[in-house]
């Protein structure tokens, strides 16, 4: 039994969190740093949260970072989620990056999916680009990428439980996907398109490698930032777009009062942020 976190333990773990990762825990949240982190500490035998944080802060285990990314993260996410902007990609978007593309004498296509989870989004792009005959004259390069290591190493397994797969077109299942016991296990063709970086979001150092991209989706994830950590995230995301580029967030997100750096447009009810 460890004891309860005191506000003070509290308000240091989240400052901690916040500073690593840009997740914001707010105040009326302490039961969420709780539940998430009650296990961890018994795991180690330490006697309490103030334990924990000492040892995050000056235990110099990076794999304790790692983990603790693992624990404050939500991962959800599933093949074909918020499917109209996968269609515009494919459609109206993709048009306009090949014709670019060509004027620019670029044979690429090139997307990150900037906090990709266990995959599904990455390779519900995959497939779908794959079906798509106007660009098989292209070479076609997805990032996917994410700050936690655990969900990284599932993408790349690239097996998957029927809760990920229940919205995915029956055509697409019978092409691509063969099954594995109670599971799915995704074709060699898709994955051979998706490269996996482990990639902390509001780090320059981790996004300074990044560059020219035609497309870059982050969805889904801007919402546990705070403003500031949501600024600093995209200031890095309009780096690595090249000039013309777009970014797509969940549609239930805006950059609407974030940042002027990039013009919304809509095509087909899908908001589209292009950097000018
Ligand atoms: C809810 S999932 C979104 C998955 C997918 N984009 C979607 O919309 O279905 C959010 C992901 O963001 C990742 N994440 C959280 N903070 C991050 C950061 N600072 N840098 C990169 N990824 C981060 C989490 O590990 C998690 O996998």
């Known amino acids: 039994m460890i004891a309860p976190m005191t506000d003070d333990v509290f308000k240091q773990l989240r400052d901690f ?14 039961y969420f740093l709780e539940n998430r982190l009650g296990r961890r500490v018994q795991e180690k035998n330490l006697k309490g ?3 924990y944080l000492y040892v995050l802060k000056y235990g110099g285990d990076k794999a304790e970072l790692v983990k603790l ?16 902007q996968f269609d515009v990609l494919c459609g109206d ?5 090949m014709e670019e593309n060509t004027k ?3 044979r690429d296509i090139k997307i990150w999916c900037a906090a990709s989870s266990t995959g599904e989004e990455p390779y519900t792009i995959a497939m779908q680009l794959m079906e798509r005959p106007e660009a098989a004259g292209f070479r076609k390069e997805i990032l996917a990428s994410d700050i936690s290591e655990s969900v990284l190493a599932s993408a790349k397994a690239a097996v998957y439980g029927s809760y990920a797969v229940r919205n995915i077109p029956p055509a697409y299942m019978s092409k691509y996907f063969t099954p594995d016991g109670q599971n799915f296990r ?7 398109l998706v490269r996996f970086m482990k990639i902390n979001l509001i780090s320059d150092r981790d996004v300074k490698s990044i560059r020219g991209m035609d497309v870059i989706f982050c969805r889904n994830v801007l919402i546990y930032f705070d403003e500031k950590a949501k600024q600093k995230a995209l200031a890095l995301m ?6 013309g580029g777009s970014l797509i967030v969940g549609t239930s997100e805006s950059l609407h009062n974030i940042t002027r750096a990039f013009r ?11 950097k000018v």
Do not use: C, H, M
Request: net charge neutral; charged share 30%.
């Open 264 to 274: 919304p447009t809509v095509i087909n009810r899908v908001v589209i942020y292009q």
């Open 93 to 97: 978007l993709l048009k306009k990056i």
């Open 186 to 192: 995704l074709a060699e063709s898709v994955k051979a």
């Open 17 to 30: 969190i916040y500073e690593q990762s840009g997740i914001f825990v707010p105040d009326n949240k302490k």
């Open 69 to 84: 990314f693992e624990l404050v993260t939500t991962n959800e996410t599933f093949f074909f989620r918020e499917p109209q």
């Open 49 to 51: 949260y103030d334990e």
């Open 104 to 106: 620019a004498a670029r």
């Open 238 to 243: 309009y780096d690595a777009l090249r000039p």
